[in-house]
């Protein structure tokens, strides 16, 4: 559920509400004993439907309000897996930096070997 249906909800509870007001009135300006028993069971009806519209409602807040909690719960949870992840990588290039230089001080040393001390080479 989300805040808009939330909205919508609360809009129809006013308006079922603003119907029980007009059934309401209607019992109090009826003439006749016929006229009065058709506004009181029209009242009644509204008074239902305002009993369900807000039941809706609440139904709609309370599923609202869920929802709300579990996202705040994943967007936590995705922040430590991406935090964890921005480590791992971290973790990954530092072993691969280490790695490359170790390899550049082996070729290095390679070298040095193959050519001897500096100013020796080809001096017999």
Same mark, same amino acid.
């Given at each position: 559920v989300?805040?808009?249906?939330v909205?919508?909800l609360?809009?129809?509870v006013?308006?079922?509400?603003?119907?029980?007001?007009?059934?309401?009135?209607?019992?109090a300006?009826?003439?006749?004993?016929?006229?009065k +028993? /058709?506004?009181?069971?029209? *009242?009644? @009806? $509204?008074?239902?439907? !305002?009993?369900?519209? =807000?039941?809706a409602?609440?139904?709609?807040k309370e599923?609202?309000a869920?929802?709300?909690?579990?996202r705040?719960?994943?967007? +936590? /949870?995705?922040d430590?897996? *991406?935090? @964890? $992840?921005?480590?791992? !990588?971290?973790e990954l =290039?530092?072993?691969?930096?280490?790695?490359?230089?170790?390899r550049?001080?082996?070729?290095?040393?390679?070298?040095?070997?193959?050519?001897?001390?500096?100013?020796?080479?080809? @001096?017999?």
């Open positions: 989300e805040l808009a249906k909205d919508e609360k809009l129809h006013q308006h079922t509400r603003d119907a029980v007001t007009v059934a309401d009135v209607q019992v300006t009826a003439v006749s004993a016929e006229d +028993a /058709d506004a009181e069971q029209m *009242a009644m @009806a $509204e008074r239902l439907k !305002l009993g369900v519209a =807000f039941s409602l609440e139904g709609a599923v609202y869920i929802n709300k909690k579990a705040k719960v994943r967007v +936590a /949870d995705l430590r897996t *991406a935090s @964890a $992840e921005h480590d791992r !990588l971290e =290039f530092e072993l691969d930096r280490q790695h490359f230089i170790a550049l001080h082996a070729a290095a040393d390679d070298q040095h070997l193959r050519e001897g001390p500096r100013g020796t080479r080809g @001096a017999t």
